[in-house]
């Protein structure tokens, strides 16, 4: 048991022996008075925070077929400091705005100045580490990049094209690596198995058996998973972690796998890595997964957590409904896979038992006639929560509908699939009388609530329209809808 958490601050190796569930922001502004990490709103939703994390874990290796883990160089992302907990750093590299810096500007600090890109300031560090995180991992961005990477960086003064200009120009120059440790320094900072301090404990288990003990041992500490939703508590509310069970280093958690005719998820693989490997597979989901938060959000949420949390309007669990995704539930007892619609029970209640995670979600991959599409719809296109969020999913066979699956996210307590809507659809030619079936048997099901996103009767509007949108893209009239 370790007191301290170990870590590369800007390039050197640092401890700090403060409770694991202070954030990142504070640490950083109260003790070694790196301020230029701001606060502005401490949910994760504005970016003023921005940092960088580094681990040699999180580049994913592409093989097919077998256990992918996380290793090779070091990978940077950027993340919001403000709902980041000190315990998620230890084993890691941050590096904050101050140490983009050497002898000269960061490259994205010249081109942010040359174009005059800031003027209040307050969002700027945060937007620098941004467009640094860009820079440094994806060679050959282009304009959608650039737009990804800053939809997590809220600017209200300058206006984004002096800033997406400045991005450009760093990418036009072939980007720019982050100074730092090499793979090998890290093994001077190994994540400790617990560290406990100041009356918190925080494991970090590296195998899902040793996770699975602790969970019988533990079952009221907390699961932890990127803590995007977790640590918005902790920042709004204060509230402390007095025992955390971390899953970012449970290998078994963090494997992405590729059968001849699945896909499977750990637990642990975040959304950005979820959106590496369905893109190819699934474009409509990749289009929903880029505006699954920000690039900030993506790199840090996992797709463990999205279904953990419950929440009647997660983006991940309407999609992978209707894929036909299967969730595994592992404790020391054993593994059950349920189909993912039996996982969800009422509000915010799930299948999970005290002693359980969710060790893995998979889904098939695209049959012969299989047309997927998924919509999210809210109030700003990026960085936004669902209002409703409607995924489908059909298979047809000689002109008729074989099969059909439509799931629907912010209409009920749970995410829920839509039973008599797809019966309306399977038989059917997919023609307009089949379609006006599907939408009407939508409205006699669904009984949303009014809140300040939308109201009852929008919401049963909008998802019974966007049966006949699905019905539209598949026959190739919409086009896709992209960032204004
Ligand atoms: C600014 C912002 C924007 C967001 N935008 C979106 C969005 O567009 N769409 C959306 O759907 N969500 C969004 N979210 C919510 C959040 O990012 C997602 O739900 C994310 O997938 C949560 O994953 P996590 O790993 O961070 O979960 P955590 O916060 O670590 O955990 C969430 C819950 O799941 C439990 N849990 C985690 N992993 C497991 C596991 N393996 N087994 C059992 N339980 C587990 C935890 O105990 C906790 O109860 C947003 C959040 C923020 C702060
Ligand atoms: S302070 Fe706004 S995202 Fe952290
Ligand atoms: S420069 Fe003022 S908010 Fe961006």
């Known amino acids: 048991m370790s007191q301290t958490i170990r870590f590369f601050l800007n390039g050197q190796k640092q401890e700090a022996s403060v409770r694991p569930d202070m954030t990142v922001l504070d640490w950083l502004r109260s003790t070694p008075r790196l301020t230029g990490t701001k606060e502005g709103c401490a949910e994760g939703d504005c970016g003023a925070c921005s940092v960088l994390i580094g681990d040699p874990w999180f580049a994913p290796r592409q093989t097919q077929g077998e256990e992918t883990h996380h290793e090779g160089e070091v990978h940077y992302h950027a993340a919001n400091s403000c709902i980041l907990a000190m315990g998620q750093i230890d084993g890691r590299a941050l590096v904050t705005v101050e140490g983009l810096k050497g002898e000269q500007l960061h490259p994205v600090q010249e081109a942010m100045a040359e174009n005059g890109s800031s003027q209040c300031g307050f969002c700027t560090p945060g937007i620098v580490i941004s467009l640094a995180g860009l820079a440094a991992g994806k ?31 760093v990418i036009r120059a072939g980007g720019a690596k982050i100074a730092g440790p090499q793979v090998a320094a890290f093994a001077k900072i190994e994540p400790h198995a617990t560290i406990s301090a100041s009356g918190a404990t925080f494991h970090q288990p590296a195998s899902l058996n040793v996770l699975l003990q602790l969970r019988k041992e533990r079952p ?10 977790l640590g918005v508590a902790l920042a709004d509310y204060h509230s402390g972690w007095d025992e955390v069970v971390s899953l970012a280093h449970v290998s078994e958690l963090r494997a992405v796998r590729e059968t001849e005719n699945h896909l499977s998820f750990g637990a642990a693989v975040t959304w950005e890595e979820v959106l590496e490997r369905v893109a190819g597979f699934y474009p409509s989901f990749a289009t929903l997964i880029r505006r699954f938060g920000s690039t900030q959000i993506r790199s840090m949420g996992t797709i463990g957590g999205n279904i953990g949390t419950a929440s009647p309007i997660g983006d991940g669990p309407p999609a992978l409904i209707a894929l036909g995704a299967e969730v595994e539930l592992a404790s020391l007892s054993g593994h059950r896979f349920l189909p993912l ?49 409607a995924a489908f999913s059909i298979v047809r066979e000689e002109g008729q509908v074989r099969s059909a699956r439509i799931a629907y996210g912010g209409m009920a307590a749970t995410p829920q699939r839509a039973g008599q809507a797809e019966q309306a659809l399977v038989g059917s030619s997919f023609d307009r009388k089949a379609i006006d079936a599907c939408a009407a048997a939508i409205t006699a099901q669904f009984k949303p609530l009014t809140d300040w996103r939308g109201s009852a009767d929008y919401r049963l509007k909008v998802a019974a329209n966007l049966a006949e949108r699905f019905w539209r893209d598949v026959a190739g009239e919409t086009v896709e809808v992209m960032a204004l």
Do not use: M, W
């Not at 009221?220 to 939703?229: N, R, S």
């Open 220 to 229: 009221e500490a907390i699961l932890l998973g990127g803590g995007t939703d």
């Open 341 to 389: 619609e039996d996982f969800f029970l009422y509000y915010r209640k799930t299948e999970l038992r005290p002693d359980e995670v969710i060790a893995s979600v998979s889904i098939p991959k695209p049959g012969e006639g299989q047309e997927f599409r998924v919509y999210k719809i809210s109030k700003r296109y990026d960085q936004d929560i669902s209002t409703v969020c």
């Open 139 to 169: 060679a050959g961005a282009n304009d959608d990049d650039i737009h990804d990477a800053l939809a997590g960086n809220l600017c209200r003064c300058t206006g984004y094209r002096p800033i997406v200009e400045a991005g450009r120009k």
